[in-house]
């Protein structure tokens, strides 16, 4: 779960690869995904689609 995790309590894009550090890791455990925002991109799924592999495998 979560608490498996080698998660820093913050990220930063200067300093992280934030999909792989830690959008994918989550979304790999996460059994929801909820997110609000104004701006994102194909580019950004794209770089989440590892994480979120598994919500079109549950779906099958």
Not at 30 to 55: C, N, P, W
Request: no cysteine.
């Amino acid at each position: 779960m979560f608490k498996d995790l080698n998660l820093k309590p913050v990220y930063t894009s200067e300093d992280d690869d934030i999909p792989e550090e830690f959008y994918n890791p989550v979304l790999r455990y996460a059994v929801q995904f909820d997110r609000t925002s104004a701006y994102f991109s194909a580019k950004a799924l794209a770089m989440y689609s590892e994480g979120l592999e598994i919500y079109a495998v549950a779906r099958m």
